[in-house]
């Protein structure tokens, strides 16, 4: 890897922490000079913009996510397993979280709501793709005759995520994981009615 590109890499990884820790209005070009022990000029010789750092860094956040939920769903076999695979991943979201600060997605989510409408952009479509994959889990259990082929996968995989990101929410809140461990009771209690027998 050139130097420019560590330069780069260390910029967004270094970011990415702050902006899902102290938020993107409440992280400054300091903080990040700090974090990277670089200089302003050496930062915008990278990026043009603290916007571009912040879509960059949410990108990267994501990414790590990801990286995540593929470790956890690649050790089990059913659509079921899966599903509650990704959710065990927040299951101590208040010490062990997999990004520190939290979930990129619900941080991001809530903060560009009104105040970012360009990173609202890629926190939508981050959101859309996630939906998506959990729709695919339901597919896989429908296809392979896990689940009842009535089950409807949209409005399924939307509460399941809505379920599981209003749960890190709550458990990060009052700093205690219950919040997540009844989320994924009642997920999985809902994925049960939905067995093919």
């Known amino acids: 890897m050139r130097k420019g590109e560590q330069t780069k890499l260390r910029i967004i990884e270094k970011s990415a922490v702050l902006f899902n820790d102290k938020g993107y209005t409440g992280t400054t ?15 915008y010789r ?44 927040y299951r101590d979201t208040v010490h062990n979280p997999p990004i520190q600060g939290g979930c990129p997605f619900l941080n991001t989510a809530v903060e ?18 996630m939906l998506g994959f959990i729709q695919s889990l339901l597919a896989q259990g429908v296809s392979t005759g896990e689940f ?10 939307s509460f399941i995520f809505s379920t599981i990101e209003g749960a890190i929410m ?28």
């Open 29 to 43: 070009m300091q903080d990040i000079m700090d974090a990277t022990g670089l200089t302003k000029g050496a930062i």
């Open 46 to 89: 990278t990026f043009t913009s603290k916007d571009d750092i912040a879509i960059e860094a949410f990108q990267y956040a994501g990414g790590v996510l990801w990286q995540h939920f593929s470790a956890a769903i690649e050790l089990q076999d059913t659509a079921m397993g899966k599903i509650l695979a990704m959710c065990d991943v």
């Open 112 to 129: 560009s709501d009104h105040s970012f409408p360009v990173l609202r952009d890629h926190a939508t479509l981050a959101y859309t793709q």
């Open 148 to 157: 009842q082929p009535e089950i409807e996968l949209e409005s399924v995989a």
């Open 170 to 197: 709550a458990s990060r809140l009052t700093r205690d994981n219950r919040h997540v461990a009844y989320a994924m009771q009642h997920i999985e209690r809902l994925l049960m009615t939905y067995k093919a027998h």
